[in-house]
């Protein structure tokens, strides 16, 4: 008779367990904003705190000033930092660093576009499989080992030097470096060199999302397009373009803030001259002015704002 009693126990613990999980199962799908609530609150927690606690109490700093005879942080609030941001050699690293983010962008747009549509509408099986691997290939290298490749191979004494004494077109190489402002000794030690080498590190974070809004481009468009008359120009301008821009502007989100935020490509290859991430490194590490270096941080964030504010009231996310 115990054991009989003790198996109903359980029994009867087992269902009304059951009962109570069906019980809550029931209440989550009546209340689906709960249940949405429970499974973000954890990663919405760490989000909150880890990531964005952090960069407000870093963004905070920009608030203070650094004592010009202590050399020590004033903590009173004060926009002296930020008139100090904006005085002509910390403005001409914001606009030298904006300048290079929005060339690299539409150097990558234009070199991504063809390739991403050739992917999108002619490879097929095999050949698609190569194309993902040749565009992926790169991200799959040491981000350094990359950067220090082609540091030789834009040197002087790198290969491509010897392909333009090669295609005895030595004078146009010299005659480009001569240029102010883009040139230097060497590609190597030239803002062309830090071009070239943004554009080959970012250029597959623009090819996916390229590839991925044409791939949803129905081919039956181009064609009706086609049908109507339309000349091959016109139906880029009207029909591929506007439904490849959600494509467009989410691999220019990752080209154009990466480029603003990097401080290795510019600090191995190019010139002595700063970037933003380079000033917000030699800020807060060697001249331990945290002030200056949050508000210098500041500046890439409120540019990306305001681009994906336009960019959205253009509609550029409508398709996504």
């Known amino acids: 008779m115990a054991l009989v009693s003790q198996g109903g126990e359980r029994h009867a613990a087992a269902v009304s367990g059951t009962r109570g999980h069906g019980r809550l199962s029931d209440r989550l ?6 249940f949405l609530a429970l499974l973000l609150c954890l990663p919405l927690l760490w989000l909150g705190v880890v990531y964005l606690g952090s960069l407000a109490i870093f963004l905070a700093q920009s608030l203070f000033a650094i004592d010009d005879f202590s050399g020590l942080v004033t903590y009173e609030p004060t926009l002296a930092t930020y008139r100090q941001l904006f005085s002509d050699a910390n403005f ?4 030298r660093t904006v300048t290079m983010a929005a060339s690299v962008t539409l150097a990558s747009i234009v070199i991504a576009f ?4 050739y992917a999108a509408r002619y490879a097929k099986g095999a050949w698609k499989a190569v194309f993902y691997l040749g565009v992926m290939l790169p991200l ?3 981000y350094l080992v990359k950067i220090y490749a082609w540091k030789l191979i834009l040197a002087k004494e790198g290969i491509l030097t010897w392909l333009f004494a090669k295609l005895h077109l030595l004078w146009l190489l010299d005659a480009w470096l001569s240029i102010p402002v883009i040139g230097g000794n060497s590609l190597s030690v030239s803002y062309t060199g830090t071009f070239l080498v943004f ?3 970012w250029l597959p974070f623009m090819i996916l999302p390229i590839q991925a809004a044409l791939e949803r481009v129905s081919g039956s468009l181009v064609e009706a397009s086609a049908d109507l008359g339309a000349h091959p120009r016109q139906t880029f301008r009207h029909v591929l373009l506007p439904l490849a821009l959600p494509g467009i502007v989410a691999g220019s989100i990752f080209t154009f803030s990466l480029t603003l935020g990097d401080y290795i490509i ?3 290859i ?3 001259r700063l970037f933003i991430g380079q000033a917000v ?3 807060q590490g060697t001249a331990g002015n945290i002030p200056l270096a949050a508000a210098f941080t500041l500046v890439p964030i409120v540019i990306m704002g305001v681009y994906l504010w336009a960019a959205r009231r253009m509609g550029a996310f409508d398709a996504l």
Do not use: E, N
């Not at 001409?92 to 606009?95: A, V």
């Not at 063809?114 to 549509?117: D, F, L, M, Q, S």
């Open 281 to 283: 490194y030699a800020q």
């Open 266 to 268: 510019p600090q191995i």
């Open 199 to 201: 554009v080959y590190v």
């Open 270 to 272: 190019g010139s002595s």
């Open 29 to 34: 799908w009546r209340h689906p904003t709960l």
């Open 92 to 95: 001409d690293i914001i606009l």
């Open 114 to 117: 063809p390739v991403a549509y």
């Open 140 to 142: 799959w290298s040491s």
